[in-house]
């Protein structure tokens, strides 16, 4: 898979945006990327687009900027030269393919039906747009029609709300999830960027589903504990309940324990490799030659981290 649509399957989720104001795009791409998403899709539906993606891959050299609404030659050219790194279509535009394939830039046409799901396949595409995905029968729908065309992945994009995010991603051709909610245009026009930060943390910590499993510890009390968990759960944006002789999780209260056998916390998540992303963004890398691997899939690997003397492991959660 090309790389950067490697970068947009570790991610899981790409904010779609509609920016009105050229000035709105360095503080939006501030905000995605501080709060965990370092992608955007800056859709071509206003006069300032083509300067908003060339301001923002100027200014963030390490974001993917992508071009959506991307419906002529022209206007691939133009976002091209601008600095985009992928393009999107609604449809599947054969002269647009044709000639993002010749600039060998990514090209993610919209489709919706098998007809167009096999052209994408004859022009050797590896991932489109469903579109739109809700209004078009949701999930279901997708994986009825996209069954018989099995090297093809998916990035379903409409109607996509928080609540549908786990249930796409979780369906092995969906690489990742265009969504809206988190950019709306109202929020960019007020400036409403603690708003923008708050909902992209969310939608982070909702696909990665951080939850500790299982804690060993060695502390010589109960406060040295504290203090580590405390380190911990504000990487990850979560919160354990204290009691008086142990540490409890607050979905999984037989797993979480105070104890002294051995210092280590085990992180589940529901996609480890994206965890492992996430966690490369804070600078934090895993220790490869840990790496548990059953039936060809990934399943725990230890970090390159210690919290107080504790070690860290991601695991990966079924």
């Keep these: 898979m090309d790389a950067v649509l490697r970068h947009i399957e570790l991610s899981g989720i790409v904010p779609v945006a509609i920016v009105e104001e050229e000035d709105e795009a360095l503080p939006l791409a501030k905000t995605l990327c501080e709060n965990g998403l370092p992608v955007i899709e800056v859709t071509l539906r206003t006069h300032k687009a083509v300067r908003v993606v060339e301001r923002i891959t100027k200014n963030f050299p390490d974001m993917i900027v992508g071009a959506g609404t991307v419906l002529t030659v022209e206007e691939a050219q133009t976002v091209i030269n601008a600095g985009a790194r992928f393009l999107v279509s609604p449809g599947s535009s054969t002269k647009v393919i044709e000639y993002c394939l010749d600039q060998t830039i990514p090209i993610i046409p919209g489709v919706i039906t098998p007809t167009e799901m096999q052209r994408a396949l004859e022009y050797g595409l590896e991932v489109v747009k469903f579109f739109p995905a809700e209004a078009s029968g949701g999930l279901d729908y997708l994986k009825a029609v996209a069954a018989p065309f099995t090297k093809l992945k998916f990035i379903p994009t409409g109607g996509i709300e928080p609540s549908l995010l786990l249930s796409y991603l979780r369906f092995p051709k969906v690489i990742a999830c265009g969504g809206s909610w988190m950019v709306r245009p109202e929020m960019l026009k007020t400036g409403q960027y603690e708003e923008i930060a708050s909902l992209t943390r ?117």
């Design 202 to 318: 969310q939608a982070v910590t909702a696909v990665l589903g951080f939850e500790l499993r299982h804690i060993g510890m060695s502390a010589h009390s109960a406060a040295d504990a504290y203090k580590a968990m405390d380190r911990l759960t504000k990487m990850i944006q979560y919160s354990v309940p204290k009691t008086e002789d142990s540490l409890f999780s607050k979905k999984n209260s037989n797993d979480v324990k105070y104890s002294s056998a051995s210092d280590f916390f085990a992180l589940g998540t529901n996609f480890i490799k994206r965890a492992i992303a996430y966690l490369a963004q804070k600078g934090i890398v895993i220790k490869p030659e840990t790496q548990q691997i059953q039936n060809g899939q990934l399943v725990a690997v230890d970090v390159n981290l210690e919290i107080d003397g504790f070690a860290l492991r991601l695991i990966q959660v079924s």
